[in-house]
């Protein structure tokens, strides 16, 4: 798909008929019932506010995509969905409980609103192309593997930032078969509460089974006499443990960095970010695996310059200054790139050097380690 062709075609206004016809044989469709005006909806990298008599959208490529709804200031909550061609997606939106029924159409709905989709072109919005390429550099690397494997197990695979929570006192309540043990506190009565609290007196509570994104732990290993020898610190051990997790597919790995990260910055869900903190802590202190991930390690860094480069300003910038570990965490990973034995892919290098150069500028701040922080040589004993 010529993504290019079809952005001009776009641009001047009215498309050419064999294009138009071409898009809606090959691209898939989203619709919405139910969606009240006002609300904002989104896919990949772009959001609108829904007008009246809005239904969905159209023309959407082939490929990985998130979709999701937001009412007023309530946290977003949408899915993936890997688009297969001229596929066609039904759902409705629950406005009492301000999230998609979870009700599947069925195979009949779908084939009566496929014979109907000309008759509702003007309620569809057109996939916003000219996003297509950012949409892609941030997620390239997700599989149909990583958005299954990471999906919650929720019917539709929802993702929201506030996901639904279960208290203490809702446990123990179905733990001893008496649902009316579970009430809101009444501050006028002064009988006995059965309330669980943590030790800052909030309540305890769990998210809902099935709307946890399942992020892949990273795992610990043991300290070998090898590990004692390596320069500096050295989590290559924990980067193939985690690796093999994932069938020692490195693309998976990749695919997780970006899915993480697209959950933070598109689903606006927080534990995305920690995941991806996680791992960039992870990939940045990995000295042995520079030498032995060498394309891995390219292909990291073209994915971390356009997650920065694609992220709004401000947010990078929040985190540089409130939070240290990106400033540091990336001064580590390009001194170890630098420090890297002459043997180092020289294409890892030079584009390491094009990047550092590149964060520099865009913050206007340095991203060397201070002299007392440099790499160094430990050589422990065996006691």
């Excluded at 064999?18 to 619709?31: D, I, R, S, T, Y």
């Excluded at 958005?147 to 309540?173: C, F, H, S, W, Y």
């Excluded at 193939?240 to 997790?245: D, G, I, K, Q, T």
């Excluded at 694609?310 to 409130?322: I, R």
Aim: proline content about 6%.
């Amino acid at each position: 798909m010529d993504v290019a062709k079809i952005r001009q075609a776009m641009a001047g206004g009215e498309m050419p008929q064999e294009l138009a016809q071409q898009l809606f044989n090959e691209c898939g469709f989203l619709v919405i019932q139910n969606v009240p005006e006002g609300m904002e909806f989104g896919v990949d990298y772009k959001s609108w506010t829904v007008r009246s008599n809005f239904l969905g959208l159209k023309l959407i490529p082939p490929g990985l995509h998130y979709f999701f709804l937001a009412s007023g200031t309530a946290p977003r909550i949408g899915f993936f969905k890997w688009i297969k061609g001229n596929e066609v997606l039904l759902h409705k939106w629950d406005k009492k409980g301000e999230t998609f029924a979870e009700t599947p159409a069925t195979d009949e709905d779908v084939a009566r609103l496929r014979a109907n989709l000309q008759h509702i072109d003007r309620n569809l919005a057109a996939y916003p192309f000219d996003v297509t390429q950012n949409w892609v550099s941030l997620s390239n690397h997700i599989t149909e593997k990583t958005e299954k494997r990471l999906r919650p197990t929720n019917p539709m695979g929802l993702i929201t930032g506030q996901p639904e929570t279960i208290t203490k006192e809702e446990d123990v309540a179905a733990e001893i078969g008496d649902p009316k043990a579970v009430f809101n506190v009444d501050r006028s009565n002064k009988g006995e509460r059965l309330r669980f609290r943590d030790p800052n007196g909030l309540p305890i509570v769990r998210v809902k089974e099935g709307y946890e994104v399942r992020f892949t732990a990273i795992p610990d290993v043991p300290f070998t006499e090898s590990a004692k020898f390596r320069p500096g610190i050295d989590n290559t051990d924990r980067l193939m443990a985690f690796a093999a997790l994932l069938g020692d597919d490195y693309t998976e790995v990749l695919g997780e960095f970006q899915y993480s990260f697209v959950v933070f910055l598109v689903a606006q869900v927080y534990d995305g970010f920690e995941q991806w903190k996680r791992l960039m802590h992870l990939f940045s202190s990995c000295r042995g695996a520079l030498i032995t991930q060498p394309k891995f390690y390219i292909d990291l860094l073209m994915v971390i310059f356009f997650q920065v480069k694609l992220c709004p300003d401000d947010f990078f910038v929040d985190v540089l200054s409130k939070d240290n570990f990106l400033a540091t965490t990336l001064a580590w990973f390009f001194a170890n790139i630098e420090d890297a034995p002459s043997f180092l892919n020289p294409d890892l290098r030079q584009k390491a050097a094009k990047v550092k150069t590149f964060f520099a500028k865009k913050f206007n701040r340095s991203f060397d380690l201070p002299d007392e922080e440099d790499p160094t040589v430990v050589t422990t004993s065996s006691s």
